[in-house]
């Protein structure tokens, strides 16, 4: 019990200050950006909105728990689900600083492959996730009113606004709605990784069983049931690969480990359905290992 209140206050320490910072982003998307904007660029079917949510995910400097809250605040925008899905793949995946870390850990080759496997990936994810069919969000049914005219006078409403009145409906979203709509489904997400780092026998699988094929595995099964940050995961693979992990499965490692927290799972299924969860994990770890796979080969 004690070493799970230490991991436990560790990931919240870790996970806070993202969370206030993707909630605090997610109320300014809600609140200042037009719904037709977001509409028009995520909005619709091809790669084009695919491609935008996966470069802007590459470029933001946040993690798995911080995209959570922009996710959810894009969908109840109007984006589609595979620009969804882009977005929670890419934003997470890779980071500048990962990407500087990776390369002064793991080599040059190491870190432009992520970057360019991350793009793939974000890539794939959006397109088949714009071949699935989910509910319609209400804002997205009220974009559709809106596109007709129908809500005009809702925009001069809030067009004549004041500045404080739009800050201060940027934090409530961001500190009051927010939370109510996710907040437990985060929470749960953290209990869920400290209760996993704190009893799961890490140590041992490390030490005996980090060979060939089941290194893949680990990595896979890791990589899900792990809390892992972009940047701290790459020396922790590293050391798995002094240890005798493969390069191969140490870059599938890299690659789920910071997409698939408790909290994307949980949120993702409340948010989309069972279906989409499932097409999402299977994706994600189909993906991971044959392009860990491919690094390994061209190594």
């Not at 019990?1 to 919240?12: D, G, K, N, P, S």
Request: aromatic fraction near 10%; hydrophobic fraction near 55%; glycine fraction near 10%.
């Amino acid at each position: 019990m004690e070493r799970f209140i230490q991991v436990l206050i560790a990931y919240t320490v870790d996970i806070v200050p993202a969370l206030a910072a993707g909630f605090l982003v997610s109320g300014v998307v809600y609140e200042l950006v037009p719904e037709g904007a977001v509409y028009r660029h995520l909005g619709r079917d091809g790669i084009k909105p695919v491609l935008y949510a996966t470069v802007v995910g590459t470029l933001l400097p946040v993690c798995c728990w911080g995209s959570l809250p922009i996710a959810v605040s894009l969908r109840q925008k109007g984006a589609k689900l595979g620009p969804i899905l882009a977005f929670l793949v890419a934003t997470p995946a890779t980071s500048v600083s990962a990407l500087i870390v990776a390369y002064i850990v793991m080599g040059f080759h190491f870190a432009v492959y992520i970057f360019f496997a991350v793009i793939a990936m974000g890539l794939a994810i959006g397109l088949l996730g714009n071949s699935l069919r989910t509910p319609a969000s209400p804002s997205a049914v009220g974009e559709t009113a809106c596109a007709s005219g129908c809500c005009a006078g809702t925009v001069s409403i809030n067009v004549k606004r004041s500045l404080a009145a739009r800050v201060k409906a940027v934090f409530r979203y961001a500190f009051v709605t927010l939370p109510k709509d996710i907040g437990l489904e985060i929470v749960i997400g953290i209990l869920l990784a400290a209760l996993v780092d704190s009893f799961m026998p890490i140590r041992h699988l490390i030490e005996n069983y980090l060979h060939g094929w089941f290194g893949y595995v680990f990595s896979v099964v890791f990589g899900v049931l792990t809390y892992l940050c972009s940047t701290a995961s790459v020396p922790l693979v590293h050391s798995l690969i002094n240890q005798g992990l493969t390069p191969g499965a140490g870059m599938t490692l890299l690659l789920i480990g910071p997409v698939t927290s408790y909290g994307t799972l949980l949120i993702l299924r409340k948010e989309f359905g069972s279906k989409v969860l499932a097409v999402f994990l299977i994706f994600l770890i189909v993906a991971s290992v044959l392009l860990g796979l491919g690094f390994e080969f061209a190594s």
